[in-house]
């Protein structure tokens, strides 16, 4: 297989400026920083990009039921609370997807254990979902039934980030 200066030289480039261009072909399964077969990552990518979208989208929502002073919504402070708690974290911990997928593509430490990749996801979905549902439907000043699901999210999302970061100690 010719090297990339080789390859410059024949199509009558110099070897420094063929050096700079990076094809597709120059990567070899060593160099490449993220395996794009691998499952686990590509999954976390797409399911961290549609939290991300879903959870701003969410944000648009809310500042739109704001700005046109919605009564339902501004008159009813737990729902807000809740209903804000609900929108922050859907975007943090899609961001936190995003780094895992990133980290669990360059290491391939995060891809090997299963537990981990699918607790940091159903966590990612238990925590914001509980907080909205617990702001739809609420007995006075006390959240809804929907609140029992945060604890349980933050409980699985706690546990892949745990489990992380002693796989990097232990490295």
Do not use: C
Request: hydrophobic share 50%; no cysteine.
């Amino acid at each position: 297989m010719a090297t990339k200066s080789e390859r410059g030289k024949k199509a009558g480039k110099s070897g420094r400026q063929s050096e700079s261009l990076l094809d597709e072909s120059d990567l070899t399964p060593a160099d490449d920083p993220a395996p794009s077969s691998d499952a686990t990552v590509l999954a976390h990518s797409r399911f961290a990009m549609t939290l991300l979208f879903v959870a701003l989208a969410f944000g648009i929502v809310l500042e739109t039921l704001h700005g046109f002073k919605a009564v339902t919504y501004l008159m009813d402070p737990v729902r807000k609370e809740f209903w804000s708690l609900a929108h922050f974290h859907g975007i943090g911990l899609a961001l936190v997807n995003l780094v895992y997928s990133s980290w669990a593509g360059r290491t391939g430490l995060g891809v090997r254990n299963r537990s981990v990749s699918l607790s940091l996801m159903a966590g990612s979905v238990l925590l914001p979902l509980g907080f909205f549902l617990a702001g739809i439907a609420h007995y006075g000043s006390d959240p809804g039934l929907g609140i029992f699901l945060a604890p349980v999210g933050a409980a699985l999302v706690l546990y892949a980030i745990g489990a992380i970061a002693l796989t990097l100690w232990k490295r």
